[in-house]
């Protein structure tokens, strides 16, 4: 079964300064998808970004980018210029790409200090 | 556009009793999967309902039921709830079996008492 981990419980940074996520993922196929997705206390769950595994490339929203080590099977989370608004629990997520299942790692409490 | 909406947003059920919970999909989308997710974890598979059926099933005993409707909404039931079925259940859903964004709900906070 595909595992995902996420082994930074919580972590803290200055607004406007970069903070890095990171995940780390177990699983034997090659066609999958890696997602990170932001609930703040609203508890909805919001898609931050996603990666193709096919893609080489690492995926990029405006202040949010990813650095996908898929040999290493590593996908961290990098966040620049932070936000008071990106303070929230981030979760890290693999979908297979004939599947429907997400698999979420135990998340990552993000606090951004004014 | 409402996106995914579920209610209620909280309840309190005592340890014994049967619960249903709502997920309205947002519109367009045909494909509803249910997620619990418990203090402090991330969210686990329950299932995925599509065209009315049951396509897939995460580890979740019989005691977790669904059904989705020809509008596409879709019911959680819970039976013969216990303590440890406390938790946060959120409702996803997308388009068909194509590989398009999952829009998610704000959930519905079950606390068994």
């Known amino acids: 079964a595909q595992t995902v981990t996420q082994s930074q419980p919580e972590m803290s940074v200055q607004e406007a300064e970069t903070v890095t996520l990171s995940c780390t993922y177990d699983t034997s196929e090659s066609d999958y998808y890696l997602f990170w997705y932001k609930q703040p206390p609203s508890r909805q769950m919001i898609l931050v970004i996603r990666q193709e595994a096919y893609k080489q490339q690492n995926a990029t929203e405006n202040r949010f980018s990813v650095n996908f080590q898929k040999a290493a099977k590593s996908f961290s989370l990098k966040i620049s210029d932070s936000q008071l608004g990106d303070a929230a629990m981030y979760f890290c997520a693999y979908r297979s790409g004939t599947g429907n299942q997400f698999y979420f790692g135990t998340g990552t409490s993000l606090t951004v200090i004014p | 556009d409402a996106g995914v909406t579920q209610s209620p947003t909280h309840l309190i059920k005592t340890r014994g009793q049967q619960v249903t919970l709502r997920c309205s999909p947002k519109s367009g989308h045909d494909t509803v999967s249910w997620y619990q997710q418990a203090l402090g974890q991330g969210p686990q598979f329950i299932f995925q309902?599509?065209?009315?059926?049951?396509?897939q099933r995460g580890n979740f005993p019989d005691r977790f039921s669904g059904h989705q409707f020809p509008n596409y909404s879709s019911e959680l039931n819970v039976n013969a709830l216990l303590l440890g079925d406390s938790a946060l259940y959120l409702c996803?859903?997308?388009?068909?079996?194509?590989?398009?964004?999952?829009?998610f709900g704000q959930g519905t906070r079950l606390t068994v008492v």
């Open positions: 309902y599509y065209e009315e059926e049951e396509r």
């Open positions: 996803a859903s997308r388009e068909g079996s194509t590989n398009t964004e999952a829009f």
